[in-house]
């Protein structure tokens, strides 16, 4: 009998350690470790803030194509190709940015590093779906996100042990950590297939399918958290760095303070139990608020960049996981094809946010930019999930049916 017919216990923690893996190197290593060496980067590119902006924005293009991809794929090829491509993306991409030259040669790079996080997420909706038994699913959606604060606290120890300063052999670390993750998931994923789909459902990817009752405040939630996310994670080292250029261990003891604080987030599952999805969503975006303005009226501020990190960290992990259980709430009958429209207005908000903001520094200061994102997230505060966001898949009719939760 194939392991996906047999879900355990044993598969259920393999699963959950090696999706952490493959989402701390796609999210924690290619895709944020940018903004952890920004300063480095950008003088040793000379580029301006602005045109620091454009190239994390431009990053994001590789994330949102993969995220495409993902979605077209998910349910006919299943998630361990997916997921392979995602550890194959984020080797190469973090490859050519270590031989980067030119600032074109540092965006590629990035573009193809920022793919593995496009391609890494969605797949593990299928994957859980399929490996673990469904009073287990819930928490681990939720927990398998907070890879991203794993993969966050390790680049921070590789800045605060001198790497900040030669940024390329910190990358060259992060390709190695992605091969050896991408083998393992390789290894796990063999018992995995595509979804199947019953007679009279909707097709997986179709507009009708997509557009479901409930998704309009999933999506807008999913655009604002892109927007005020990628905002902070390419600038807020920089604020603090020009706020305090004289230490220049602050934006590395900032950045492992993040990613310790998000571990937490592997228990976000029970939180979201206990208060619900709707409390969660406004305690989480008003976190996210209140972490970016104490970083933009005090960078220079221990205590504040001390606050700001811990909270920032818990709530933006907390925040993966809640739109993970949502969309998977919304979207059962094809977790994976959802998720990865949902978080396509999250990349979506991540291409428009670091250039938008990025240009407005330039034009005013950095700390008027992260005010400007903190505006962002208390507009999400209203886009909260309805209490009936379940949705039974598609009856033969072609009818949905939702119950409530």
């Known amino acids: ?50 045109a620091s902006g454009v190239i994390a924005s431009g990053a994001y293009v590789g994330y949102v194509i993969a995220l495409s991809a993902a979605g077209l794929l998910a349910s006919r090829i299943g998630p361990r190709p997916l997921v392979t491509a995602a550890g194959v993306s984020a080797a190469v991409g973090m490859a050519l940015v270590i031989t980067a030259d030119q600032p074109w040669e540092l ?30 699913r819930h ?18 120890g590789l800045a605060l042990s001198g790497m900040g300063t030669a940024w390329r052999r910190a990358w060259i670390i992060f390709c190695v950590v992605a091969v050896v993750a991408t083998v393992y998931n390789i290894w796990l994923l063999r018992g995995t297939k595509p979804t199947s789909r019953s007679e009279g459902q909707a097709q997986p990817g179709s507009l009708r399918s997509l557009l479901r009752p409930g998704t309009r405040t999933l999506y807008s939630t999913a655009l604002s958290y892109g927007v005020v996310g990628a ?49 969660s969503h406004s305690l ?5 608020a209140a972490a970016t303005v104490l970083l933009a009226i005090a960078p220079w501020s221990w205590p504040a960049i001390g606050v700001s990190a811990i909270v920032y960290g818990v709530g933006f992990m907390a925040t993966s996981g809640l739109l993970a259980v949502w969309s998977y709430r919304v979207f059962p009958d094809q977790p994976s094809v959802g998720f990865s429209a949902t978080v396509l207005f999250l990349g979506i908000g991540a291409i428009v946010g670091p250039a938008l903001f990025g240009a407005l520094a330039d034009a005013w200061n950095l700390r008027a930019a992260l005010m400007a994102s903190a505006a962002i ?12 966001t379940v949705h039974e898949p598609f009856a033969s009719d072609g009818s949905s049916r939702r119950k409530s939760v």
């Not at 928490?139 to 921070?156: C, D, E, K, R, Y």
């Open 377 to 388: 997230a208390v507009a999400a505060l209203s886009q909260r999930p309805p209490i009936t």
């Open 231 to 279: 905002v902070y994670w390419t600038f807020s080292v920089s604020a603090i760095s020009q706020a305090a250029p004289a230490n220049t261990v602050v934006g590395a003891l900032f950045w492992t303070l993040i990613g310790i604080a998000g571990i937490s987030a592997v228990g976000s599952g029970w939180v979201f139990a206990k208060l619900g999805l709707r409390r």
């Open 284 to 288: 989480l975006l008003g976190g996210l």
């Open 1 to 50: 009998m194939r392991r996906a017919e047999t879900p355990s216990r044993s598969i259920e923690w393999e699963l959950g350690g090696a999706g952490i893996a493959m989402i701390g190197v796609s999210y924690g290593f290619a895709r944020y470790g940018y903004g952890l060496f920004e300063p480095e980067i950008r003088e040793a590119f000379g580029l301006s803030v602005g």
């Open 139 to 156: 928490a681990l959606l939720a927990a398998i996100p907070s890879g991203t604060a794993f993969g966050i606290a390790v680049a921070g």
């Open 107 to 136: 965006l590629a790079g990035l573009a193809v590093a920022g793919a593995s996080s496009g391609f890494a997420w969605a797949p593990y909706s299928d994957a859980i779906a399929q490996l673990v038994t469904p009073a287990r």
